[in-house]
């Protein structure tokens, strides 16, 4: 160990400074066998100094050099920045959206975000309509007096919808309820059919799968015959089954009596296979014959049938229940009568009483005229009345 106490007297001798030689390079050796490692994240060592300011390096230092050159571009960033806050202040300004430089990117952007935000002087909008949700297709949307309008309306293209159908009073129409909703195409709208009756339908014709049963023409049948009245009232059976609902009885007399009640006979139908003809005077041998023809019709709404008598000389009136529409009314009236008068000689003193409408519910029986006032003569009526659809 070299000595450490020298003092300015002392006198150096040669084995000293031959300790000191040794020494020294003890020294010298011990420093050249130490092994400093390179320094790392984990391990203290020697550092290279580096001006990359874009390296990915683990192991080096950067220089003042390379910190000066990243001071330089982060405060170009942070210029950037600001001003780049100041354009994004400035757009939301413009929106009519209050903002301002000293809020943060997240506030900012918060807004610039909003669904609900549009530039109403944007000129690649086409106008600012004044729209309501439910008049726009669900699925789509528009911007509105500043606003984002989502669809509401909805689509019902492609369905079918059954409704019923309406006859608004006083209306000669039938209107369909429309479902709410915007019909794109390949939609159908239906009504429930109304009650069908094939008798109602002409034959030959199908109405929404009904086949109609009526027969064409507006004459289903007609029946003619004769009959030789052989007493007062003579009932005739028919050779057809009759619908009395929609048939008339027509008849005119031939006899060779020349006197007028035996030739005055009424008739009507009394049931589906007869009908009666009746003679209010009759003598045998007067050789009376009726001749008749029995309609059926197939567009009939309605046939009403009376009797009723009055004096000749005298008119009178018969109601009739339901009330008809006369425009489509057939009159039909046949007579008997029950005195002899008047004789040949005064055929020309008389003319035959008629039936006419007086109204749409009322019948009038105008009456015979009679020349001699001392004699009574009443008249027997049979009437009928078919009213056609």
Known sequence: MARTDWTSIDTVRPADMNQIGHEINNLQDAISNIDI????????????????????????????????????????????????????????????????????WAELIAKLSDPNVVNTSDSTLLEDFDLKSFYLLEGWSVYSKGKKLSGMMQNISGQTFTETAQNPTGAPRIRMPLPTGANLGASYMTVEAPTLIPSNIRS??????????????????????????????????????????????????????????????????????????????????????????????????????????????????????PVIDMSKCLLLGSYSMDNLYPTPANFTNHTDPVIIFAAADELELIGFIVTDPTRDVYEYWEYQVIEFS
Do not use: C, W
Request: proline share 3%; net charge positive; charged share 20%.
């Open 37 to 104: 490692p390179d320094a790392s994240l984990t391990e203290k060592g020697i550092v290279q100094l580096s001006n990359v300011t874009d390296g990915t390096r683990e192991n080096v230092a950067p220089t003042e050099k390379a910190l000066g050159e990243v001071m330089k571009e982060a405060l170009a960033g942070k210029q950037l920045g600001v001003e780049q806050k100041a354009n994004v202040v400035a757009v939301l300004n413009s929106k009519g959206i209050t903002a301002s430089t000293s809020e943060t």
């Open 204 to 321: 030959g014709v199908n109405i929404l799968g009904v086949s109609g049963s009526m027969p064409s023409g507006s004459v289903k049948r007609v029946i003619r015959g004769a009959h030789l009245m052989t007493g007062v009232n003579n009932t005739v059976t028919l050779p057809t089954t009759l619908d009395v609902n929609s048939a008339v009885v027509f008849s005119t007399v031939t006899s060779t009596d020349t006197r007028m009640a035996p030739t005055k006979i009424s008739a009507q139908i009394t049931s589906p296979t007869t009908v009666m003809f009746r003679s209010r005077y009759f003598e045998h041998g007067s050789n009376t014959t009726v001749r008749y023809q029995i309609v059926e019709f197939n567009n009939v709404k309605s046939i009403q049938r009376g009797s009723t008598s009055k004096k000749a000389g005298e008119s009178t009136f018969v109601s009739i229940s």
